[in-house]
């Protein structure tokens, strides 16, 4: 007997389209710009310990991380864009300190971030976040939000559990981090769901 194949339901396509910038109590972001590479280079894109844990290494030209922002800033105007750059800025002024982004899949959202060494431990990435998540999980068709990070790198976990995120695994063998080793290292998920 032969099986019969019935149409599957259609699946609802998350359409999310987040605000070019916004403001929290330290910090504002916007869209990246190619001029802004030098800034960014100098701030933390060639900073070994800030890309330690990161999918790149530090950027050892500033042409390229030109290449990278403009491809960023033109992600804006695509209809079904991948992914959504805003470089972070204290507020009152235009020079980047780190970049977040959300990278939209259907009706799931994954974050990610990057802050300047310097920055770290005073809450900033944690308030970027804290806004995304916010906006994120307003919109009607996005059930999840999720970012990871080196299970070696409980910093990174703190901001996304202090951002609202759960703490929901450790994914075995998960992400390379090129700057320690050609090896997948394990990584811990945490999640927002509805």
């Known amino acids: 007997m032969a099986a019969t194949s ?9 359409m999310i389209r987040p605000p070019a910038t916004f403001a929290t109590a330290r910090l504002t972001a916007r869209r990246p710009r190619a001029e802004d590479a030098a800034a960014v280079f100098s701030a933390y894109a060639n900073d070994p310990e800030v890309t ?23 992600d804006w105007d695509r209809p079904k864009s991948p992914h959504y750059a805003w470089l972070l800025c204290l507020r009152g002024t235009d020079t980047p300190i780190g970049s977040i982004g959300l990278m939209p899949d259907g009706g799931k959202v994954m974050c990610g971030y990057v802050l300047a060494q310097k920055f770290w431990g005073r809450g ?54 090129p ?16």
């Open 6 to 14: 019935r149409p599957l339901p259609s699946r609802r396509i998350a």
């Open 52 to 74: 330690r844990y990161l999918a790149w290494k530090p950027y050892e030209r500033v042409e390229l991380l030109a290449d990278f922002l403009r491809d960023r800033a033109a």
């Open 124 to 177: 900033m990435m944690t308030e970027a976040l804290t806004y995304l998540v916010d906006w994120a999980m307003s919109q009607p068709d996005v059930f999840r939000l999720w970012a990871f990070c080196d299970a070696a790198n409980p910093g990174s976990a703190r901001v996304m559990e202090k951002a609202g995120l759960t703490r929901e695994a450790l994914l075995k063998r998960w992400h390379v981090a």
């Open 179 to 194: 700057n320690i080793g050609p090896e997948p290292r394990d990584c811990i998920l945490c999640s927002k769901v509805k």
